[in-house]
């Protein structure tokens, strides 16, 4: 593939279902408000495969299409009106991948700079790349939503996966005492994170309310898995002060549980801001604060030792799918800055 001064290399998805097909598209130029930045490495989310295949009409995406939704990377240039960040400042952010907005599997993104924020020194471009949706998503419901505390008790449903990770470690953080249920293959992964490591299968609800809160309930439970398992969440929660959030309650579910013990419930959609545009300048803000717990040793991501490039991003992406990832999935766009 042979690009100029004013093209670039990417990957376009061109129909759903497709592979990602690598193409010299023209480089973008930063607008007022934007910043453009020279992509070190993409996050790999399971949300971008469902992008891919088609089945995330929530996400807004129509091909032909440059898909990835977090990037860490350079500052090449900055448009009109920028004032915080400069050419050759290290950042990252969640700034792309969907509603139509070009993502970071390209060797440049131009973004809007309320979206960024200063990368964590502690943290390689692979480890900063992996941080941004699932941090996000964790700080809304936990902080935002949720306003987790020292002495609470906090369950994390899917604490080995990529959200659930970024909750123990912020939960932890905050001074929570944390819970996490998992397969019995994460448990290891779940303890490492300073977590009690429940085994979902093979521990019931109400056996691990009894033992972990005398029968009370969690302060906090984190779902981040939907269906049954935003179900046992309500089962789960304290009686009155006991509040659950989840990232993926997008079906039926009975409030009965969460009724009957005075409980509250809170969604997040991380996506609102890229799509609506508002409330841009907080996810710049909670990048900020997750930057400062990763610099203090308080906040590590946990990456699949895999190392990708767009040349083999298709491996990546069937890493994701398949489940068999050992942490989070990062794509080195160039490897040189990562």
Known sequence: MTTTADSMRALVLEAYGQPLRPAAVTRPAPGAGEVLVRVGASGVNPLDIKIRNGQAAHARVSPPA??????????????AGVTGFAPGDEVYGMTGGVGGVQGSLAEFASVDARLLAPKPAALTMREAAALPLIVITAWEGLVDRA????????????????????????????????????????????????????????????????AYTDGEGFDIVVDTVGGATLDAS????????????SSLGWGAHSLAPLSFRGATYSG????????????????????????????????RPILDPRRFTL???EEAHKAVASGDAAGKVVVEVVPAIT
């Open 66 to 79: 440059v898909l990835g939704i977090d990037v860490a990377g350079v500052v090449e240039a900055v448009g």
């Open 147 to 210: 306003r987790v505390r020292a002495g609470q008790k906090v369950l994390v449903h899917g604490g080995a996966g990529g959200v659930g990770q970024a909750a123990v470690q912020i939960a932890r953080a905050r001074g929570a005492e944390v819970y996490a249920t998992g397969s019995a293959r994460s448990l290891g992964a779940i303890e490492r994170l300073g977590a009690t490591a429940i085994d979902y299968a093979a521990t019931p609800v109400e056996r691990y309310v009894a």
């Open 234 to 245: 309500f089962s789960a929660v304290r009686t009155y002060e006991g509040h659950v959030v």
């Open 268 to 299: 997040v959609f991380t996506l609102l801001p890229l799509l609506t545009g508002r409330g841009r300048e907080h996810h710049g803000e909670i990048l900020r604060e997750v930057a400062a717990l990763a610099d203090s040793g308080a906040l």
């Open 311 to 313: 040349e083999t991003v």
